[in-house]
């Protein structure tokens, strides 16, 4: 599951690890959104916060013929509208990857984790 080119000068090979660190890059800088968050949520219904080395863990992607889908998930900062900060985050990571890679994406779908109080 990793995106192939073969050019003039060799093959580029990009994994599915350096995909998901690059849309969880891609998302962290969204206007409203925290930081990314694990999959699972821990006991008592708290998310835990990634580091940016760890980002590729909230984030899956699955590819789908010549395409790929794009799952992330992330904190939201308090008081933003949580409906407008996710829409626009889809718009930039689809747009951002499908510009790095040359790829189709078919679907970015983000899951909120959490809200966060951002001081």
Sequence with gaps: MTVERKTNYGNITV?????????????????????????????????EM?????????????????????????????GVKISEVVQEAQKKVKYMLEKSLSTEITAVNVFVQGVRVVE
């Design 50 to 78: 990634l580091k940016k080395e760890n980002y590729a863990k909230g984030v899956v992607v699955r590819k789908k013929d010549e395409s790929f889908e794009i799952d992330l998930y992330i904190i939201v900062s308090f």
């Design 15 to 47: 994994t599915e690890e350096a995909v998901a660190s690059l849309a969880g890059g891609i998302i962290t800088e969204c206007y409203g959104v925290v930081g990314m968050a694990s999959m699972q949520v821990l006991r008592d219904g708290w998310a």
